[in-house]
């Protein structure tokens, strides 16, 4: 009894939005008691806050150069022997080794047997020992209280206090995450409520890392752009907040501002002064602060420093400090360690309510514990070896190697850029990431189609030269302007070939388009 | 300039919602220019799906067990002298081993170094050189792809295949998971649209893993009850699905099933017929099934065997096999291993419209990627040692100790409890869990005083005994009926020493209300 003869008009019905698959795949067959056999989960019947979420980095460039890759070694031809990734902060993917003494402690954490090994440092030993007497049964595969284990939140809060001179850190405001990801959908979850014109706005900066945008358009949040000042080295102008948070407040109610610093995907540092202007102006609107610092290890510039949003806020006195709402968070997956497989993290909140606290421990209680693995790791990036312990020299060596290459790599990137004509290049102070401003010619502006231009350029990019990088319309942009983000991770040598390649290809484009003219400012 | 004295209605005002704290920590502080500073984040305004969302497992009977277990380290008197924790299915907690091959393969993968190691055996190695090689610049450290490493899932498929006796399995269908929970909610959301009559609908078996219900609230999905059938062992009675089904369409659009087998919090194997039902009815009404199948491996009674909702699928035709979406979930932190702090699971996903799996994986993009070294630990369970290789002795030797003590726990479980009266529990043919009916008289009711009164039971208990159990309010059950859940977790000696006080308690607690009667039925 085949259905086939009353599938096919059905079949024919949906072909518009269902191209090419077997009848197996159609979303109607016929059943047995003669009713269609529906599709239950469609385009049309998929949550469509779901639907709304965009996510740049891992987006359909991405997906392509796996595709092209995996052509690559199944014998395919290219007009390149190799794709080479600069689209995520993957360090250990571009090449970057592990720091020794956090992968002895994971180890030693995950086979205890190892304790016993003559080949481990006795400091490795101890951090284990600690770390493993604060879980269940003294095993990484129990189950963690869902703030995390105790210890670590306790080094972590001993490490922030030294971070920031002596600034008192309780650990009961630590939370250890799974990432920071993790810990920055948590607080947004909670900060979403009402209808309408009263409905959270979050203020994020454009150019912004799209997990907050995608946070905002799963949660069904209010987006308030503030535009970072591309003239000023990305900077954080105090004005565009009041003027974003004005227009906002005429359809929505702004309740959340977030900061990136050092920025993604602009890899600006921000001022003291400016973090103070920013706080004195969260704390004037009511507006809870989130303070993205994950990139606090990575500042490169040598008359630059990092200063953290708990710090700037304690300095501002009492009024400030025991009043302002905030949320920083860190991440086992960026600095020097670069460990983002292990998906450790923590967050710290301040001046938050207690019954609230309760209702956030509460929410993360569903998901039970962050990874247990990656709580270890982050243990090691907030205690690492002291300098009478046995592991000191080569911890430091490695951790130095790292920011070292780094920040030779930030200067080669932005110089190199600059002096590719229709590029211009802020410099990368921070983070691990360059966010030049590209010029594309009207015509080839014009030919896009639909599609974002730079998308289209850096689609091109891929195919002629298999570099990998990300239009700068993932991260938001000023309307009519252009941009890629890059990483600088690959080694030294392999990002002086993305360079090279990336000038070759860009003049080729522009004289394609026949124009060479600078970019109008 | 203190602003106390402006202060003060304010917080008087307050009081009522927040009994205690500092004047630092007041939801209402003056600012500089004599405006409030208000906080923003408020039971008020907190996101109402955040606060609608309930999870007992580790709800105010833990929290309220973590004190009195500090207590009792700081010296405090109680009538016991340690807590036992029957909570939850945190099998190391409670003193399991870890698999050895399972944390040999972690260690190697974590620090490669141990690769030159001879002290570890060539099989683990060989697993671990094979995961190495599937990661981003062969570390552990890398972001994995969203579905997880390539290897990794292939390991899985096979498995599956084997599991189900050559029913074919697509890698491209699994998903590796951060646990169980995180792909559970992950489907959830992708199934959650409509308004009003029109809202997904959700159908759970009650009692239930109240993680299904907190992510419906979290969701704002609309929940569906069906009853499981304590009489007969917990049975699923297929009428009592029609009956809810048909109760629901009047007020919202049932798309889902979600079945829990073998079942927590109620211990039952299902049926293959009982399978072959459910699956009929989903085809019948549309539904996109939800199989929880973490417990697969922890099947005790010896005339029962675990089906996966798949190979029954399979069994009943193309018809049903090429057309119900599916959706089956397994973790490492149950079987054997018991991992659970490794957040490592999967999900195989058949029928999946090709669009919708785009969505998906874009969805899961946004995380980035579970946590590899979880990836890695669900790599060995799937991939275990074989007959040839040097590690399977010891691994099937410490497997078959692990399952057969679950084994024997769970007949003395079941066999102490009935010896109560009052209390009357079913075979515990699987999972980890007990969850016995027990007769509270109806004064003891009364008394409870808008709390339930399994809650009130067991606060009782853990006061009096330091026995920690879960009340069955926290998991639903029929109106009128208490349970509580308990697991079998404990040393074999510790769950003696359980039962017993858990006897006497209950004796003393009917004695107290006179009414030594059975239960009515």
Known sequence: ASPLPLILPFFIFSCHSFPSFSTAEATVILRENGKMREKTLTMDTLNPQVKAVEYAVRGPIVTKAGDIERGLQQGQKHPFTEVIKANIGDSHAMGQKPITFLRQVVALCSFPELLNSPSFPEDAKQRARRILQGCGGQSLGSYSASQGVDCIRQDVAVYIEQRDKGVPADWDNIYLTTGASDGIVSILKMLVSGQGRSRSGVMIPIPQYPLYSAAISELEAVQINYYLDEDNCWALDINELHRAYQAAKEHCHPRVICIINPGNPTGQVQSRKCIEEVLHFAYEENLFVMSDEVYQDNVYSPDLQFHSFKKVLYEMGP????????????????GYSGECGFRGGYMEVLNLDLEVKAQLVKLLSVRLCPPVSGQAAMDVIVNPPLPHEPSYLQFHKEKSAVLGALAEKAQITEQTLNTVPGIKCNPVQGAMYAFPRIFIPPRAVEE????????????RLLEETGICLVPGSGFGQREGTYHFRMTILPTTEKLKVLLEKLRDFHIKFLKEYASLEEPKR
Chains 1, 2 share one sequence.
Do not use: Q, W
Request: a negative charge; glycine letters at 4%.
């Open 448 to 459: 896009s189609l639909g599609m974002s231009p730079d998308m289209v350029y850096c689609l």
């Open 319 to 334: 009024e400030y400090f025991n009043t302002v709402e905030l949320a920083s968070f860190h991440s086992t997956s960026k």
